[in-house]
Nanobody, 114 residues
Framework: QVQLVESGGGLVQPGGSLRLSCVAS????????MAWYRQAPGSPRELIAH???????TVVTSVKGRFTISRDNAKNTVYLQMNVLRPGDTARYYC????????WGPGTQVTVSS
């Protein structure tokens, strides 16, 4: 059974950092490009980064230079390192396969506020 569980969110001041983790259950992980998405209240879910099975990473312009996506295939885990956080980064963060084809996990809340 496919399951995604995100963790690592919290309340952080502007300029701070967080590292999100997503552990995936199931045998699919090493075959899929994995991605991080986020959703702020009243806004649609948006793709912010993805990483191929061999580790090739892409991030969207709005987080380029601040966020880094990576994965550990041995641990079925994908990470999102977030630096220089801004209030506009406040959202619930989710991982999924690129395209969102897997059941969504609960997400992890990131709040950037002073």
């Amino acid at each position: 059974q496919v399951q995604l569980v995100e963790s690592g969110g919290g309340l952080v001041q502007p300029g701070g950092s967080l590292r999100l983790s997503c552990v995936a259950s199931g045998s699919f992980f090493t075959s899929y490009t994995m991605a991080w998405y986020r959703q702020a209240p009243g806004s649609p879910r948006e793709l912010i980064a993805h990483v191929t099975p061999d580790g090739s990473a892409t991030v969207v312009t709005s987080v380029k230079g601040r966020f880094t996506i990576s994965r550990d295939n041995a641990k079925n885990t994908v990470y999102l390192q977030m630096n220089v956080l801004r209030p506009g980064d406040t959202a619930r963060y989710y991982c999924n396969a690129l395209g969102g084809r897997l059941p969504w996990g609960p997400g992890t809340q990131v709040t950037v506020s002073s």
